[in-house]
């Protein structure tokens, strides 16, 4: 071969090579200078620079950044010396917009997933406080959020994502939100700490048009709410929306809203079908574990199975409310609820509370174990032990005497899920 067409050949191989290098093998940056390697300052600057399929180490510290990522790569913080604690912190100025959810509403995420990127994130604190977001038309104060993209969240901590005290009515406020309306990417949400939320602490949600949403599971997270308050009717999880999944093995406890006519649940499926609910742990809620569905959103909480969990001290209202149709109860130990243990709840219509299966559940304490409201028909109710409850099983009402201890009778309300129109 002639030498100028030998070297020519042999440079395009190895510019070919090179680019094929930064796709097919993964690379590792740091953030900070805790370890050798390529560092960075900002993980923003690290994102930006690193190849697809890349590690971002994270070294303990304060990022005062919000950070957007639209390709496949692994985010996570380590360890150095004594120190664990990566933490991302709004930036001196506050938070400001970054992008819209995938109903068009403006949103102020920290740490921001989208483009079908493919992404973990792992070991990361990422902490709300002083984002400098007011008015009820301020963008909705994210912790981590996910938009049509895949990937992993777990063994994070996510807190005080909040509104200031004044606007903390608004809606607005999600500590971890996955939402797609392109195809059902997967996310598993996992082993988390989340706590100190305005609205929510896991949403998962779909288009709300009839169409799928992401498939994710949410497994081992830790969700603690604000406790009793009069401000804002809070949800621990929340999957809705058509998008599916798994909730399994989580704890959730102080979601408990004051005020009128809503309720704060532990573990909210809004008009997503064929969800499964199991040994969670779910305590000091308003209402525990609620199936519902809205005809507005184009689709019903049916086919829910709920199964294994322990529920424990519910204030208020039902510990399971059943407000849809063909859902499983099976399993589960209430202890305290301070309505009714189970309500196959008609007063989400189109769903009339019916055809569902109830059997093997424990309940102790409750004005009815189970509760069959007017409308209810076609349910399978099997063998379930009672202990201290005013009515085994109550049937043709919505409403048992309550406990001692509650005010005022049980009345129909809806659980406040956080909407496509924040209202």
């Given at each position: 071969?002639?030498?100028?067409r030998?070297?020519?050949?042999?440079c395009l191989?190895l510019?070919?090579l090179?680019g094929l290098?930064?796709?097919a093998?993964?690379?590792?940056v740091?953030v900070?200078?805790?370890?050798t390697?390529v560092?960075f300052s900002?993980?923003?600057?690290?994102?930006t620079?690193?190849p697809?399929g890349?590690?971002?180490d994270v070294?303990?510290?304060?990022y005062?950044e919000?950070?957007?990522?639209?390709?496949?790569?692994?985010?996570?913080g380590?360890a150095?010396?004594?120190?664990d604690?990566?933490v991302?912190?709004?930036?001196?100025?506050?938070?400001?917009?970054n992008?819209l959810d995938?109903?068009?509403n403006?949103?102020?995420?920290?740490?921001f997933?989208q483009?079908g990127?493919?992404v973990t994130?792992s070991h990361?604190?990422v902490?709300?406080?002083?984002?400098?977001l007011?008015?009820c038309g301020?963008?909705?104060?994210i912790?981590?959020?996910y938009?049509n993209s895949?990937?992993k969240i777990?063994?994070?901590?996510?807190?005080d994502?909040?509104?200031?005290?004044a606007d903390?009515?608004?809606?607005?406020?999600l500590?971890?939100?996955?939402?797609s309306?392109?195809?059902t990417?997967?996310v598993t949400?996992s082993?988390n700490?989340?706590?100190?939320?305005?609205?929510n602490g896991i949403?998962?949600?779909?288009?709300?048009t009839g169409?799928?949403?992401?498939?994710a599971?949410?497994?081992?997270n830790?969700?603690?709410?604000l406790g009793a308050t009069s401000?804002?009717?809070?949800?621990?999880?929340q999957?809705?929306?058509?998008a599916t999944?798994?909730?399994?093995s989580?704890?959730?406890a102080d979601d408990?809203?004051t005020?009128p006519?809503y309720?704060?649940?532990g573990?909210?499926i809004?008009?997503?079908?064929?969800?499964?609910?199991?040994?969670?742990?779910?305590?000091s809620t308003?209402?525990a574990?609620?199936?519902?569905?809205?005809?507005?959103?184009?689709?019903?909480g049916?086919g829910?199975?709920?199964?294994?969990?322990h529920?424990?001290?519910?204030?208020?209202?039902?510990?399971l409310?059943?407000?849809?149709?063909?859902n499983?109860a099976?399993?589960?130990?209430i202890y305290?609820s301070?309505?009714?243990g189970i309500?196959l709840d008609?007063?989400c219509?189109p769903s009339?509370?019916?055809s569902?299966?109830v059997?093997?559940?424990t309940i102790?304490?409750?004005?009815?174990g189970?509760l069959?409201?007017?409308s209810?028909?076609g349910n399978?109710i099997?063998?379930n032990?009672?202990?201290?409850?005013?009515?085994?099983?109550l049937?043709?009402s919505?409403?048992?005497?309550?406990?001692a201890q509650?005010?005022?009778?049980?009345h129909?309300l809806?659980p406040?899920p956080s909407?496509?129109n924040r209202n």
């Amino acid at each position: 071969m002639h030498p100028i067409r030998s070297f020519t050949f042999s440079c395009l191989a190895l510019i070919v090579l090179v680019g094929l290098s930064g796709q097919a093998f993964a690379t590792t940056v740091i953030v900070g200078t805790c370890k050798t390697g390529v560092h960075f300052s900002t993980i923003g600057a690290a994102v930006t620079a690193a190849p697809v399929g890349a590690t971002i180490d994270v070294c303990p510290g304060t990022y005062p950044e919000q950070v957007a990522i639209s390709k496949n790569l692994t985010l996570i913080g380590i360890a150095s010396g004594t120190s664990d604690a990566a933490v991302v912190v709004t930036p001196a100025t506050g938070l400001v917009q970054n992008g819209l959810d995938i109903y068009g509403n403006p949103v102020a995420a920290q740490i921001f997933v989208q483009g079908g990127a493919d992404v973990t994130i792992s070991h990361l604190t990422v902490d709300g406080s002083n984002n400098q977001l007011s008015g009820c038309g301020a963008p909705d104060p994210i912790g981590i959020y996910y938009q049509n993209s895949s990937g992993k969240i777990t063994d994070n901590a996510v807190r005080d994502v909040l509104m200031d005290p004044a606007d903390q009515g608004c809606q607005l406020g999600l500590a971890i939100n996955v939402e797609s309306n392109t195809g059902t990417p997967a996310v598993t949400i996992s082993d988390n700490s989340v706590r100190n939320y305005d609205k929510n602490g896991i949403t998962v949600s779909g288009p709300a048009t009839g169409a799928p949403g992401p498939d994710a599971t949410v497994s081992a997270n830790t969700v603690i709410g604000l406790g009793a308050t009069s401000v804002i009717a809070q949800n621990g999880i929340q999957i809705g929306f058509g998008a599916t999944g798994s909730v399994t093995s989580n704890y959730v406890a102080d979601d408990i809203y004051t005020g009128p006519t809503y309720g704060s649940s532990g573990i909210l499926i809004y008009d997503s079908a064929g969800i499964t609910v199991t040994s969670n742990t779910v305590e000091s809620t308003q209402l525990a574990i609620v199936p519902v569905t809205d005809p507005t959103y184009f689709g019903t909480g049916d086919g829910t199975v709920i199964k294994s969990n322990h529920v424990g001290g519910t204030q208020n209202f039902d510990a399971l409310d059943l407000c849809s149709d063909g859902n499983t109860a099976q399993s589960n130990t209430i202890y305290g609820s301070a309505q009714s243990g189970i309500h196959l709840d008609d007063t989400c219509p189109p769903s009339t509370g019916s055809s569902n299966t109830v059997n093997t559940n424990t309940i102790n304490e409750a004005c009815a174990g189970i509760l069959i409201g007017p409308s209810s028909s076609g349910n399978a109710i099997g063998t379930n032990t009672f202990m201290n409850v005013t009515n085994t099983t109550l049937t043709g009402s919505d409403s048992c005497s309550p406990l001692a201890q509650v005010a005022g009778k049980h009345h129909s309300l809806r659980p406040s899920p956080s909407k496509p129109n924040r209202n």
